[in-house]
């Protein structure tokens, strides 16, 4: 949808971290329009109705349609097999403010009402920290600057996580050296970040899309109950995990809480045109 639940929509970050166009504003061929006719709202109903206990729902961005979808007919959530969803933080480290994560933030009341209404339907959230634990395993810091954030106060909750930060080296030097065309377009749309983030490269999407393809990269998952924050003033889309159980409500959320990342490198770098992953590849044990 175009329009949010209760406010419109305004970049948080200026300028936009992936451009004004989504691409990087690396003027890129324009390409023709392909907007469905269908709204996508509806489209959820259709093939969640249509696929029932079969359709996996990726959400990569704001819970907006998912929202709505579920207020129009609620049966979907008997439905559908399972949301991946990209959102939220587990402990409280947020990314578009001091406490809430991008995606929650931009739409919390969609992001309320997924949380709310969707369970049973199973809702396994890669939460922002995990992002930050997802990568490369070939070079092993914990203290570096993640874009703009500073991570030294975290660096103990890091090292009893095993982060091994990605640092540049594995997109410019691993991923580029395939120079397959998914690459070089890779190349042209990060530019800008690139240069802007000299230290780190971080793959959200990514992360979370090779869960769902693959389910052998989650290596841990924690069943929690959990509500999105709407009325804070400092804490308005943040996710408020209950993992003292003072609720005792049952779980509606499942937070992926580690990941196997040679795992997912290699299926990143089948994506981008390489070598298909082999069995012994979706197997591999993550360096420690």
């Given at each position: ?47 969640a109705e249509q ?161 769902a393809l693959d ?40 937070l992926i809480t ?31």
């Amino acid at each position: 949808m175009s329009e949010f639940i209760m406010a419109p929509f305004s970049h948080i970050q200026q300028p936009p971290y992936n451009g004004e166009d989504g691409f990087g504003d690396a003027d890129l061929p324009e390409i023709p329009e392909r907007v469905e006719a269908e709204h996508s709202v509806l489209a959820i109903i259709r093939l969640a109705e249509q696929y029932k206990g079969k359709l996996t729902i990726i959400a990569l961005g704001p819970l907006t349609n998912l929202a709505m979808a579920v207020k129009i007919k609620p049966e979907i959530k008997g439905f559908i097999k399972e949301v991946f969803i990209l959102g939220g933080n587990m402990d409280g480290l947020g990314n578009a403010t001091p406490s809430a994560e991008f995606n929650f933030l931009v739409d919390p009341e969609a992001a309320a009402i997924a949380l709310d209404s969707y369970p049973p339907c199973p809702l396994i959230i890669l939460p922002w920290e995990i992002c930050l634990t997802a990568t490369s395993t070939y070079v092993s810091k914990t203290h570096i600057r993640v874009h703009k954030y500073e991570l030294v106060q975290f660096q103990t909750y890091f090292e009893n996580q095993n982060i091994l930060f990605r640092l540049k080296e594995f997109r410019t030097e691993t991923v580029r050296n395939l120079n397959t065309p998914q690459v070089q377009l890779m190349d042209a749309v990060e530019a800008k970040n690139l240069e802007l983030n000299r230290e780190s490269w971080l793959v959200a999407d990514g992360i979370l899309m090779s869960c769902a393809l693959d389910n052998s990269i989650i290596l841990e998952k924690q069943d929690h109950f959990a509500r999105v924050e709407v009325d804070g003033t400092l804490t308005r889309g943040m996710l408020v995990v209950d993992k003292a159980r003072i609720v005792e409500d049952p779980p509606n959320v499942q937070l992926i809480t580690r990941l196997n990342v040679p795992a997912f490198e290699t299926l990143l770098l089948w994506a981008a045109g390489g070598p298909p992953p082999t069995s012994s590849d979706r197997f591999k044990k993550p360096r420690l």
